[in-house]
Nanobody, 125 residues
C-alpha cells in the first residue's frame, strides 16, 4: 500500500524551530512534487509549501514565507524546516505527493495517496 509518513512534530515555544520529515512507504518521492499542508482545529486544511521534482521549484504560503524552508534531502525524504514559529502555526501537518508531478502554488491538486495521520506541531509558551 502506498502511503506517506510524516514525523518531527512536537511542542515548541514561540520563536523556536522544528524540522518535519516526509517519507514514502511503498514508493520513493523523487518523481513526485511534494507539498506540506496543515490543519488547525476548526479550520480547513491549507497548503503550506510545495517542492517540484527537481527541487528547484519551491513555493510558500504568504503566512510562512521567510520562516519555513522546504527541501529534498534524498530520493525518499522531503523536509520542512520551520523557524521563528508562532502560536498560529499550531496544527497537524501533512505531506502529500502529486499524482501528476506538479505543484499548484504552495500545494498540490491530485494526491497520489490518502491523507496520512500527520504530525502535530504545537507552538505555545
Amino acid at each position: 500500500q502506498l502511503q506517506l509518513v510524516e514525523s518531527g512534530g512536537g511542542l515548541v515555544q514561540p520563536g523556536g524551530s522544528l524540522r518535519l520529515s516526509c517519507a514514502g512507504s511503498g514508493f520513493t518521492l523523487d518523481v513526485y512534487a511534494i507539498a506540506w499542508f496543515r490543519q488547525a482545529p476548526g479550520k480547513e486544511r491549507e497548503a503550506v509549501s510545495c517542492v517540484g521534482i527537481t527541487g528547484s521549484y519551491k513555493q510558500y504560503a504568504d503566512s510562512v514565507k521567510g520562516r519555513f524552508t522546504i527541501s529534498r534531502d534524498n530520493d525518499n525524504m522531503v523536509s520542512l524546516q520551520m523557524n521563528s514559529l508562532k502560536p498560529e502555526d499550531t496544527a497537524i501537518y501533512y505531506c502529500a505527493a502529486d499524482k501528476w508531478g506538479r505543484c499548484t502554488g504552495p500545494g498540490i491538486t491530485t494526491p497520489l495517496t490518502p491523507w496520512g495521520q500527520g504530525t502535530q506541531v504545537t507552538v505555545s509558551s
